[in-house]
């Protein structure tokens, strides 16, 4: 029954809560990319007070250079799960990506730019794949981005038969391991796919769909909206944003090692979420991916300036994502939204 | 999953004298000519009240969908229930099922109170539910769905499933309804079977629980002839041992020849309980349509407006054939019980659902949607049945839910600001005035007029010739049902064609030049705005009256297809959502 949505008045104040405080609850919560960006700073201030090595521009510098990585990771995630969807091949992608390009430029003899392209489109036709068969054959997304992340992983380690591809073209660490000012230039990177992210979701027609498509399939498909090219194009962004951080990645380790990526993909899902990218789809704001994903490396970076314990580490960061998610919901249901 | 939990048996009376099977199909009950010495040749005399009602009532938003002051139910009997569609049959069934919460009011079953909403509490009672949409599990085993939720009685293992047990107290239960050991087969998958099959699967687990009270909600829409016969003789059956069989039917003839007493409701009343001596199909429809007749308002005929949309032979999955010409400025109404394809034919239209033969042209163009892109392309705007399902993103802005369907249009060169976005969002309410505080509140938190006024602004914004109508005042109160009738006229003004469906009928009548009727998916009657009444509409979708011929090319009724055997209702396409009933 479909009779009348929850709340049938037009302007209903939760009862019992004064209409001040009612008011900037709602102000807050109908913006939950505030609430993550609270926390960055509340989380920054309270760890640069106890751990003093945590705001010297050294440290700032590893934490820009770690956001190239999960960061934009994190930014073709929330595309991806924006539709409704979701894409474990990242961490995994990144990693064959990296040792794709390497092995193309020192085994295949190419020159560093066209072995990055060469990574790039192989990248999205990964993506491309990934969309065809979730659209056209309907496959679970978990499903087949999850047979993605066995072969890549795979294949990673068959390629270099276990062992990091060594003397990569000076032009990947000229690209990762330089500044503009003092900010390393995979920060520029992370900046860059944020601001273009936001920009294609935000401002053109394309990304408002997408947001239609996320928010109901159904809906969009009857209103005119083609369904399958905006869910495979928000898979192929994924992949290639993948291609691009393996890309990032050897040229800061100056090796290609087969064992990178390995778990990133659940970091960078984990950013989408506190940065208030509802898993269902169709809502969550690149303000707050991004705040998400900064969130998150303070929190990892902060833990080791404190001298936590390793074993705690990914512990207290569960405990973060824990509460992004009770967080979430307690405003879902303060506001009475209807959700499936 | 195969764990089947031991809820005991709600109730532990010996199963039903074993009656052959070729006993119960030999013994002639259901007569089709001759219902009205089929009903004296079962004089049951109307024992202890199973089920007593008192003031139990429902509303959904604004619309009251049930209210029954005073209801006794008897054991020994056969209790028909017939009414329009959204007269609240449905509902009277799930609130004694348990699927429903009444809003007030008491039941109690065997003089035992029963708790309101629960499914759970409704089945300790003995209250068992057949309904339209079979609650089967696809994936577990015909024995295993008829088991589902209590352990065979016989069983002595106390942990873990007992298969032989299993498949040999199924076997016994679908030989309690007359299916022969080996008709179905019950190791093999629910999904793999016809619904014809799944629907007696279903009343077999109904039967099996022992039901003092059973309800079969249309149970034999979906049944041939010969089982739909059967399943009339189980009901009567049950009712020779003592139980109440409350019948939900769609066939008046059908309810006719089973019922000891038929209940009439129309609007969520009781308006008459009828012996069926007394119940004549006449009687019956009159009552089901209410004694006054809807005045048709006067209205302007789009005259010599050339035809806009025209439909020829049209075929898709559970509708057709279709002939129907459409012109420019008219309004056409589509009338049908449930499963009749009112929704299918706005789906096929749109391009939601494909078509499987025919052609459709469009201002003389030919017209082959793939998708509902090519819908829209072609300049025709749907309002879906379902707003929240099938049109509104509930939690996103107003302003990003009306520029859905016109974001390609509004954007220059791709690119779409938030300025111009919002000033489109503005322009778009305001031309249908939709009441907010502002465009960025979530769309979810209007009401179900306001909801909808903004989908026709959406739809007007596509600026189409065609305009496509499914239940366009569902879950909407009485005011601004008036408005959204103003919204209907004004696009017709402007010059578009409107289909419209509807389980309304008033809503048909008041609002449309010709009203199409549809029954079993088939066109059977097309009538004037003029000769258009309640009682004519309702015979034709009824289908019990011969199938007439229809001005412009109506349907052959074909020997195959043939009123007696209605094409299956494959509901799995195109969800035609269950009417408040």
């Known amino acids: 029954m479909t009779a009348q949505s929850t709340l049938t008045s037009e302007d209903a104040p939760p009862r019992g809560a004064p209409a001040a405080l009612t008011r900037v609850l709602r102000k807050l919560a109908e913006s939950p990319e505030a609430g993550v960006i609270i926390a960055c700073v509340l989380v920054f201030a309270v760890i640069a007070a106890n751990a003093p090595t945590y705001t010297s521009v050294g440290n700032l510098q590893v934490m820009g250079r770690d956001l190239a990585q999960v960061g934009i990771l994190a930014v073709g995630e929330s595309v991806v799960i924006l539709t409704g969807g979701i894409d474990l091949s990242v961490g995994a992608l990144a990693g064959l990506a990296g040792i794709l390009t390497a092995w193309f430029n020192v085994n295949q003899g190419l020159p560093a730019p066209l072995a990055v392209l060469l990574t790039l489109l192989i990248c999205a036709g990964v993506g491309f794949w990934h969309g065809v068969m979730v659209t056209r054959l309907n496959v679970p997304p978990f499903v087949i981005t999850l047979v993605t992340y066995t072969v890549a992983q795979g294949l990673a380690l068959a390629i270099t038969t276990g062992t990091p591809i060594n003397g990569i073209a000076p032009l990947f660490s000229n690209l990762s391991q330089y500044y503009i000012g003092r900010v390393p230039v995979p920060a520029l990177f992370f900046l860059g796919a944020v601001v273009i992210a936001w920009f294609a979701l935000e401002r053109t027609y394309v990304g408002r769909q997408i947001y239609a498509v996320g928010g109901n399939k159904e809906a969009a498909r009857l209103a005119g909206i083609p369904v399958a090219r905006r869910v495979t194009s928000a898979y192929v962004a994924s992949a290639v944003l993948a291609g691009v951080v393996g890309v990032l990645v050897i040229g800061r380790m100056n090796v290609a090692d087969p064992s990178v990526g390995s778990g990133w993909e659940l970091t960078a899902i984990a950013a989408a979420v506190v940065g208030g990218v509802s898993l269902f789809g169709g809502e969550g704001r690149m303000v707050g991916i991004a705040a998400g994903a900064i969130l998150l490396e303070f929190i990892a970076n902060g833990l080791l300036a404190l001298h936590v314990n390793t074993y705690y580490q990914t512990v207290v960061q569960g405990a973060v994502l824990g509460a992004a998610i009770l967080l979430d919901r307690l405003r879902a249901r303060f506001f009475g939204r209807i959700r499936r | ?581």
């Open chain 2, 1 to 581: 999953m195969t764990v089947l939990d031991d809820t005991p048996a709600p109730d532990d009376r010996p199963p039903p004298d074993g009656i052959p099977a070729s006993e119960v199909a030999a013994r002639d009950v259901t007569g089709r000519e001759a219902p009205a010495s089929a009903a004296t040749t079962r004089e049951v005399p109307a024992g202890e009240v199973t089920a007593r009602l008192r003031d139990v009532h429902k509303s959904y938003g604004p619309v009251r969908v049930l209210d029954l002051p005073e209801l006794d139910l008897h054991a020994g009997q056969v209790v028909g229930v017939v009414g329009e569609n959204g007269a609240g049959k449905s509902t009277l069934m799930g609130t004694l099922a348990g699927s429903v919460r009444r809003d007030g009011g008491d039941i109690s079953i065997g003089g035992k109170p029963l708790a309101p909403g629960s499914t759970e509490a409704a089945a300790a009672l003995g209250i068992a539910l057949v309904s339209q949409e079979f609650p089967l599990v696809g994936q577990l085993s015909v024995a295993e769905n008829l088991l589902l939720g209590r352990r065979p009685r016989r069983s002595r293992r106390r942990l873990l499933v007992d298969r032989p047990a299993l498949r040999r107290e199924a076997v016994e239960m679908l030989a309690e309804i007359g299916l022969p050991a080996g008709a179905v087969p019950v190791g093999r998958q629910v999904r793999t079977l016809p619904v014809p099959t799944r629907q007696m699967i279903e009343i077999a687990k109904a039967w099996g629980r022992r039901p003092r009270l059973l309800i079969l909600d249309e149970p034999t829409s979906s049944l041939g002839p010969v089982e739909g016969a059967h399943v009339l003789r189980l009901a009567r059956e049950l009712a020779a041992r003592g139980g109440t069989v409350l019948f939900i039917g769609h066939r008046l003839d059908e309810v006719r020849e089973v019922s000891d007493r038929i209940l009439v409701l129309r609007n969520g009343r009781l308006v008459a309980d009828l012996t069926p001596e007394e119940a004549s199909e006449e009687r019956l429809i009159r009552e089901m349509v209410g004694g006054e007749v809807a005045h048709a308002r006067p209205k302007a005929e789009p005259t010599g407006a050339p035809v806009l949309l025209s439909l020829r032979d049209l075929t898709a999955d559970g509708l057709g054939p279709v002939d129907l010409d459409l012109h420019a400025g008219e309004i056409v109404g589509v009338a049908g019980l449930m499963g009749s394809g009112r929704s299918r034919l706005i789906h096929t239209v749109a391009g939601a659902q494909p078509a499987t033969g025919g052609r459709m042209t469009i201002a003389g163009s030919r017209y082959r949607p793939h998708d509902p892109g090519d819908g829209t392309a072609a300049g025709i705007a749907m309002i879906p049945e379902d707003r929240k399902e099938q049109s509104l993103v509930v939690f996103a802005p107003i302003r990003s839910n009306v520029t859905i369907p016109i974001l390609r249009r509004i954007s220059t060169r791709g690119l779409l600001g938030p300025r111009r976005e919002r000033a489109e969002a503005e322009r778009i309410t305001a031309s249908v005035n939709v009441r907010m505080r502002s465009v960025d509140q979530p769309i979810g938190a209007l009401s179900g007029g306001n909801q909808q006024r903004a989908i026709f602004g959406r739809a007007f914004a596509t600026d189409p010739r065609l305009l496509l109508l499914d239940e366009p005042t569902r879950g909407v109160d009485v005011g601004a049902k008036a408005e959204i009738y103003e919204l209907i006229d004004r696009a017709a003004e402007r010059g578009m064609a409107v289909l419209v469906a509807s389980s309304e009928l008033e809503e048909l009548l008041w609002i449309c030049h010709r009203i199409a009727v549809l029954n079993h998916g088939r066109l059977v009657d097309l009538i004037d705005r003029a000769e258009a009444t309640k009682e004519r509409i309702m015979t034709a979708a009824a289908g019990t009256a011969p199938i007439v011929a229809v001005p412009g090319g109506g349907p052959e009724p074909g020997p195959e297809l043939g009123p007696e055997q209605a094409p299956e209702h494959v509901s799995e396409h195109v969800p035609e959502h269950g009417d408040a009933s």
